[in-house]
């Protein structure tokens, strides 16, 4: 062989050994399992964890190359505690969802929350669909670093008012519009036995205090002062407390109260409390979530009760301003994050990966609905249906509820997904309720938007804030104390002296700063 | 000769006790009643055949999958753990009840200490952590496997036993376990069982713990689940739309839950009054 030969073979076998060594370590890269542990809040709290042995985690190891290690995140203030001590460890979990605003800037400001615009481009489809929406981005930047992956709400509006239809029609009362409208409704429907029963037991207005400001934000609304903010623009941004509508919309809430026409017990009552009376057919008018009213299990005892009785969904009142509001909404849903530990143990792409395959698909109908033909079918629209489905293995049956605890990463609030989350059903005289149409009725009413409220950080006396309040604006809704020019001043200086004015400054400011302000 | 009745001051004084006593026994057993009563309440809805009394809560519960698990993972935390936690007391106390124990005051005070000024919660699972013991059982009864407060309790009632029986058994060639076994146990059945007691109503209640050590939702005992079941009945607006009605009002299931986290110290409590009550009083008295 010559010795040019010799070189070119020496050269072209060293080449075949660099390549097939860089092919290897390519391939092993792709192949590298990544261990990925998530942690999520149950979807259904009270059924356990999915075991060991789920098929999905051996689907997700050799389809993503994830060893995936789902955990059930304890929720509310115990689970605010524990992901505490885990960030006090440096062990918090690589992706987990954070539901605490004020716990979330935190642990941005301690940078144990990684950067997560980067991996976004890793999930083409998902990030189209779920984080292109640039004032839900805005909430999970923190100081210009997108440190949260913010999903919208698959459902907001979902509040709005309902009427008895029925009562309306057997008084010969049209729908009321105006706030005066609504009082002499309300009046009617306490005073003239609507329900028929010869027994003075019906009110026209049901309240469910343990909603802000205290389940009257229609009245609020109607007067422009709904929610905790003005946030009409900079010049006016402050608490609607200050506001002189604040003092005009508390003052006809007293009206309404003096009238006698809202369940004397409203003060006190806890959300149970009033959704037991509204079901047995004692309240009007009344405000609720249409999945709490129009559900077919949560409808079923109000249907029991009152075969023939129509709730409709109803607009808000109008205020003398021509302003009206269901309520506050903010669409921002659930919020995801990856710890700086898993980010920069190059993790990133796996949790992509596994965000993606969760969007659509096999992973979507694996995470929300199980195994096809096995707990679920499709009908003829390609909507999820239980038809020729075993009860016992249906998707949304008590046995299966740990199969699909992490629904929270597929669901994605489609019409299909919708239709088969909300199902139609018939009532006990075989009218049909359409839940979603019930949602998609209090969608369209006016809502206040307060999604932006969510990047002001809570005063340092945050508690005695509300506290102050809360407290006056009840007293003054009963009547405990008088609202004059005296008292009210009185309330609206005590503002300051919890430093209610350096809080509106700093909310402000960060208000402005976040270009949700102008 | 022995007075049947006392004087009339004795008399009033008595009423005035007894009056205040039955004060107690209401302010305790009415709200005790309620709960109760409302856990047996039925869904009342007008127009309806209602029943005088539905244990439609409690067969609502029971049904739940995670249910019959969670009472036995707090039935395993309740047994390990107050053997665990009766093991180690009564042989600190045993050991520190001897004034003859070299260090005793140093070792006292460092135990007071911890009585005083608790590590906090981080240094807590951080300790847990390093130790690999994080999702497991006893990471739930290590931490608290001695409470000083009963470990004081237990040592005041030790040194009240007279020295001399201990000196007279190691005569006859008993070692310090056997003194402890046959001469010292056996005359400890009141502040055993009282310790005993405030243990397994500690073990039986955890619920704090198990949250932050545990993650695996397999191992979470009773209260836990309790509460998660009840959350999940509570935010009945934010779940699927198809799932079933329940059968029981929410105040019913809250009410049930807490019969039924009660109930097992409810049911030992009354067998051992006697000796708690007499257990609690020798421990802090001196002859």
């Known amino acids: ?518 | 000769m022995v007075k049947s009745f006392g004087s009339r001051g004795d008399k009033v004084f008595d009423f005035g006790i007894n009056f205040f006593l039955i004060l107690v026994l209401m302010v305790t057993i009415v709200p005790l009643s309620y709960v109760v009563l409302v856990s047996v309440a039925p869904l009342v809805l007008p127009g309806q055949p209602t029943a005088l009394l539905s244990f439609a809560a409690y067969s609502e519960l029971l049904a739940q999958p995670s249910f019959l698990r969670a009472a036995l993972n707090s039935f395993v935390l309740l047994v390990g753990g107050v053997t665990l936690n009766m093991v180690l007391t009564t042989l600190s106390a045993f050991a520190l009840s001897r004034k003859s124990l070299p260090g005793r005051g140093i070792i006292l005070a460092f135990i007071l200490f911890t009585f005083l000024f608790n590590a906090g919660l981080i240094p807590q699972f951080l300790l847990v952590r390093s130790l690999g013991l994080l999702d497991t059982l006893p990471s739930v009864v290590l931490p608290g496997a001695i409470s000083v407060y009963n470990l004081l309790i237990m040592i005041a009632f030790l040194q009240n036993l007279p020295e001399s029986l201990g000196e007279a058994a190691r005569i006859d060639g008993a070692s310090e376990f056997q003194v402890l076994w046959y001469v010292m146990l056996p005359l400890s059945k009141p502040i055993l069982l009282t310790v005993g007691l405030f243990y397994a109503v500690n073990n039986w209640n955890e619920f704090f713990l198990p949250i932050l050590f545990l993650n695996n939702r397999d191992l979470m005992p009773l209260p836990v689940v309790l509460r998660d079941i009840l959350t999940s009945f509570n935010s009945a607006e934010y779940i699927d739309g198809n799932r079933q009605a329940s059968i029981a009002s929410p105040e019913a299931l809250k009410m049930a839950a807490v019969v039924l986290t009660t109930l097992p110290m409810l049911a030992v409590y009354p067998w051992i009054q006697s000796h708690f009550t007499k257990g609690v009083l020798l421990g802090g008295v001196k002859e």
Request: glycine fraction near 8%; charge should be positive; hydrophobic fraction near 40%.
């Open chain 1, 1 to 518: 062989m010559k010795r040019s030969n010799k070189k070119t073979a020496i050269v072209s076998a060293i080449t075949a050994c660099l390549a097939l060594s860089g092919l290897a370590l390519y391939s092993s890269a792709q192949n590298a399992v990544t261990d990925l542990t998530v942690w999520l809040p149950a979807g259904s709290p009270e059924a356990g964890p999915p075991p060991a042995d789920w098929e999905v985690y051996k689907t997700i190891r050799e389809k993503l190359n994830i060893n995936l290690k789902f955990v059930v995140a304890p929720i509310g203030a115990e689970g605010e505690t524990k992901l505490g001590a885990l960030a006090a460890a440096n062990d918090l979990p690589d992706l987990f969802e954070m539901r605490n605003r004020n716990q979330f800037f935190q642990f941005a400001a301690q940078k144990l929350l990684g950067n997560v615009k980067p991996i976004v481009k890793f999930m083409p489809q998902r990030n189209l669909e779920r984080y292109k929406n640039d004032d839900l981005n805005l909430l999970a930047t923190v100081d210009g670093t997108m440190v949260g992956l913010q999903e919208a709400q698959l459902l907001y509006k979902r509040t709005s008012l309902l009427i008895r239809q029925d009562w309306l029609d057997k008084l010969g009362l049209k729908t009321p519009t105006t706030l005066a409208e609504f009082l002499n409704v309300a009046k009617a429907f306490t005073e003239r036995d609507p329900d028929g029963n010869g027994k003075n037991d019906t009110y026209g207005w049901g309240i469910n205090p343990d909603w802000t400001p205290g389940g009257f934000d229609v009245v609020y609304g109607a007067y422009g002062v709904q929610g905790v903010w003005n946030l009409s623009n900079a010049a006016n941004f402050k608490l609607n407390a200050r506001e002189p509508n604040f003092r005009k919309a508390t003052e006809f809430v007293n009206s309404i109260i003096d009238a006698k026409v809202v369940d004397p017990d409203w003060a006190t009552l806890k959300t149970n409390d009033f959704r037991t009376r509204w079901k047995q057919g004692r309240y009007g008018i009344f405000a609720e979530d249409f999945c709490a009213a129009m559900c077919s299990f949560n409808y079923a005892p109000f249907d029991a009760s009152n075969p023939t009785g129509a709730l409709k969904t109803l607009q808000p009142p109008v205020g003398p301003d021509g302003k009206s509001s269901s309520g506050t909404f903010a669409a921002a849903g659930t919020l995801l994050v990856a710890s700086k530990k898993a980010i920069d143990a190059g993790k990133g792409q796996a949790i992509a990966r596994l965000l993606e395959w969760a969007n659509s698909g096999e992973g979507y109908y694996a995470l929300a609905f199980g195994k096809k033909g096995v707990n679920y079918n499709f009908d003829k629209n390609a909507v999820i249906t239980l038809a020729g489905i075993d009860p016992a293995n249906a998707y949304n049956s008590a046995g299966f509820l740990k199969f699909t605890q992490m629904r929270v990463l597929a669901l994605n609030g489609r019409q299909r997904e919708l239709a088969a989350r909300y199902p139609i059903f018939k009532t006990s005289n075989g009218r049909t309720i359409v839940p979603m149409d019930f949602y998609r009725a209090s969608f369209a009413t006016p809502h206040t938007n307060i999604i932006s409220t969510f990047l002001i950080k809570p005063a340092s006396n945050q508690a005695d804030l509300d506290r102050y309040i809360n407290e006056n604006r009840i007293q003054f809704q009963l009547g405990q104390k008088p609202i004059n020019d005296t008292t009210w001043n009185q309330f609206v200086s005590g503002l300051n002296n919890l430093r209610a004015n350096e809080y509106e400054a700093t909310a402000k400011q960060t208000l402005i700063t976040a270009g949700f302000l102008k």
